[in-house]
């Protein structure tokens, strides 16, 4: 199915499939460059790196032991059985948090903790529950070693100037303690991207106000606010704005300007759909992307990219807007974070039954909300959240979304659906 | 296996198998009061609900249109077709935002756009692509309508005295939106835990610092910080205390007094681990819960619990430390923000084909850390990341685990294997 086979109710333009939309937008986004800066270590967690880190020494930078027990020469032990001990004499200590003195000469041994360095001449170390004490200063060993064993080598955890961590990797905790081990106390992430929210319409008032008869409170504002800093964006909320068309304008592009996201919401009807397209025009190149798309909820979207900020018009309804977030707004966030697309494209789904039959038209990729229910067997059953996408409580009684692909006209019950979470 | 049956290598003590531990872990916790506070409704993402929310009003508060078109009454519709279209005469108009005017008689309609207001005496909207204009004041129906289409009913959304959310809900994007559209400004949640981290051993030095020859920088303080704010926790890093006794004691009983969770790391030495259960247990009942565990890596895990504080006393090994975080100090910390153990257990998993042979002995749980690559036809291969409990960079390179259960002597190639993600 092109676009040029799918046309809006109105017949007035093609609707553009899902997938052809959401490349044309992250094309357009991954020609801009993003936006670096250098933070210190803690403040760095979840953010992508925006270098290649090498390592700038060995890590650890000495052999350790990693058991209680006796640092010793492996050749001593060779041969050594619980039948046929061996038998080696204690020559020293190694202090915890020191380095150590003296040498494991053949024949000896070193008493040794867990994390102790290894003392020149020990190449293993026999753990305790393999020595039996003779005396003071004498222990056998019921076991042989191998060279190596029970320890840690020089620069086996990671090497000096080896690729610690890549570029465009994304900093979990235990990157941040790959780095704190590594003593590298500041790094260059790519900036978060920074996205400012309006939401529009003459029937909306903010959500603390008691709404007259004829409005409603703001529903979009504060959930696509909720929806941008769980991705880890910068957000500015601009309020309500109104749809006339100077005021608006001139609303979006402020926004505009200081951001390089701006959603508004509240077009749902004609007007203010042609209205959105006029301002994203206006804005400046190369404009709208796509007018509209292949979806149900979510078809009225609007893309536009003026200058360097990507616009996004979306539908007024909140089960609609917040689709089109997760399907288009969210993708963009993660490509302007530096989350590169196309890597590790895991996302982890549930597997369900669904409970029910489905109807789908073909010609549009259908997105079902669903509850999830554990079976006995552990399984899970998919029972579909029906509700107009006015109604912002279906999407508050829904675990998660199933799609139903542009060829289908529908879903039989039984068939098992990949369920996206929405947590 | 019963705890009876396990022993740790130094045959000190039983082992607990992993599950037994958690339960006894959970069961404790659960019999805590958990902590409430007011917050306002923006500040309430991703924490959870201490009470039911019952809605004050129905939403919407009037029936709405969810088209553009035109308000009727349904009856004047019926038998409407293209070839039989019937005709009504535009009688008003919604105006957006404002209480509908006029009220619409048989044979009428009201202009009405996506969002307006039903007047009186309407049932029904007619979209306007169902409609031919044939002057201004008149308009052929060329579809019949049902009473109730093409607009949200009062108190579809939601009904007044319905329980919009309930107690222990987490709150969402769309919860906030769906808690705005009803006007409920301030919410009571529980409390985020609070967790105090130590870092312990005379080998250890600040990450920001060079250690001398000897020492090593602290991972673990990092990590686990980062860890435990991913969960939603307040942290306070206490730092490096020294393991003398005295020293030690009094650094974790401060830390208890200011926290609902310690976690102090660093104690994988024989020496240590009895330091960390004499502190334990000298800070008050019930004290240790918990002296080691059937796992691999994460053996030497103490848990504890002092007046109300949960005390874990972790391994110092990176890898041991996190993965008991994971294990224990996870569920510990979703259980005292409120999170229903219980409900919803779904947790997402990638199902990977395991890419070798992997051992493992039976009577301990093993985790064992992959990298996930994408085959072409899509699906996953799990390639175990090898390497010893003290290697960061194991975990850094990792994608995610999966366990060998306590049965089992080990995993063949080619299996496949349910793979929980580190993101």
């Known amino acids: 199915m092109t676009a040029k086979g799918l046309k809006d109710m109105l017949g007035r333009q093609g609707l553009t499939p899902v997938e052809e939309a959401l490349t044309i937008l992250l094309r357009e986004l991954a020609a801009l460059p993003l936006k670096r800066e250098r933070l210190p270590l803690p403040a760095a967690l979840d953010r992508v790196l925006a270098v290649e880190i090498r390592s700038p020494e060995d890590l650890p930078s000495h052999p350790r032991s990693t058991m209680d027990g006796f640092a010793v020469r492996a050749a001593d032990t060779f041969g050594a059985s619980q039948s046929m001990p061996c038998y080696l004499e204690i020559d ?153 068309e100077e005021i608006f304008f001139a609303g979006v592009r402020q926004a505009a300007q200081e951001n390089d996201i701006v959603l508004f919401s509240g077009g749902s009807s004609v007007g203010m759909r042609d209205l959105g397209e006029r301002v994203i025009e206006k804005l400046g190149n190369p404009g709208i992307l796509v007018h509209g798309v292949a979806l149900k909820p979510g078809k009225p979207i609007l893309i536009g990219l003026s200058n360097s900020t990507a616009i996004f018009g979306l539908p007024g309804h909140p089960v609609s807007a917040m689709v089109c977030f997760e399907l288009f707004v969210g993708p963009a966030l993660r490509l302007l974070s530096g989350i590169p697309v196309s890597t590790k494209p895991f996302k982890p789904t549930i597997r369900a039954r669904l409970d029910r039959n489905i109807n789908s038209a073909a010609g549009r990729l259908d997105l079902v909300r669903v509850q999830l229910k554990q079976q006995e067997d552990s399984s899970f059953l998919a029972v579909p959240v029906l509700g107009k996408s006015g109604s912002i409580s279906t999407l508050s009684r829904a675990d998660g979304y199933f799609f139903i692909d542009t060829q289908s006209q529908g879903i039989n019950k039984d068939t098992e659906v990949k369920v996206h979470l929405l947590q």
């Open 92 to 244: 020293g200590e190694i202090a915890m948090g020191h380095a150590p003195e003296g040498e494991v000469h053949k024949g000896k041994c070193f008493r040794i903790a867990t994390g102790g360095l290894l003392p020149q001449g020990s190449d293993a170390v026999v753990m305790f529950e393999h020595t039996i004490p003779v005396d003071d200063r004498m222990i056998e060993i019921i076991k042989s070693v191998g060279v190596g064993t029970n320890l840690i080598d020089r620069g086996e955890d990671i090497k000096k100037d080896r690729a610690a961590l890549s570029q465009d990797h994304l900093l979990r905790p235990q990157d941040l303690g790959l780095l704190a081990g590594l003593g590298i106390g500041e790094v260059d992430v790519y900036r978060q991207p920074r996205v400012g929210i309006l939401s529009t319409g003459d029937e909306i008032v903010p959500w603390a106000q008691t709404p007259p008869l004829g409005k409603i409170r703001d529903i979009n504002g504060i959930t696509l606010s909720a929806l941008a800093s769980r991705c880890g964006a910068q957000v500015t909320d601009y309020g309500i704005v109104s749809d006339t």
